[in-house]
């Protein structure tokens, strides 16, 4: 695709299965590198990764020939698999939600979103999850069922 010229900037959000808190703070940094990696290998740029025990942020671009639910399958199945077979996860299985929300973002409010993104552990000070969800969900416009974002 030599003369296709894209900019396509995406906020992604998905949280653990049933919200549970099994991204443990000393783990994070190590996730949130791994799902880096998988970005880098599979050549989707990411440029922010961030959250909590229950759920995680990534800002990436997708490639001209990647679609959206491809990008979140492939880095969720990737990450998932390794916290199941190396030891990162301390007790139990690990495995993210089934969906994820996504957000088109602008050139023009990537370093928002990043700010917003390395804000996480302050933001969830004050907010829940959910509360944070339903918040995005309202300001991009995204109608949706209460049902799902109670988890």
């Known amino acids: 695709m030599a003369h296709t010229f894209t900019t396509i900037r995406v906020h992604v959000v998905f949280s653990t ?5 099994l991204l443990l703070p000393d783990m994070q940094p190590r996730v949130w590198d ?3 990696g998988i970005g880098k290998k599979h050549e989707i740029p990411i440029h922010e990764i ?9 800002l990436l671009s997708l490639p ?12 969720k199945a990737f990450s998932s698999k390794w916290l199941n077979e190396t030891g990162v996860m301390k007790t ?3 495995a993210w939600q089934e969906g ?16 917003y993104i390395r804000g996480q552990l302050e933001h969830h000070g004050k907010h ?10 309202i300001k991009h416009g995204v109608e949706f069922d209460e049902e799902y974002v109670l988890g």
Do not use: C, M, W
């Not at 679609?67 to 880095?75: F, G, I, P």
């Not at 994820?100 to 700010?115: I, L, M």
């Open 50 to 58: 961030g959250g909590t025990e229950n759920h995680v942020h990534i």
């Open 100 to 115: 994820y929300s996504a957000f088109s973002v602008s050139q023009s409010n990537t370093g928002a979103v990043v700010n």
């Open 128 to 137: 829940s999850f959910e509360d944070e969800l339903r918040s995005l969900l």
């Open 64 to 75: 001209p020939t990647v679609t959206l639910s491809k990008a979140v399958q492939t880095l």
């Open 17 to 21: 299965q049933g919200r549970k808190p």
């Open 92 to 94: 139990g299985r690990f």
């Open 34 to 36: 791994y799902l880096g």
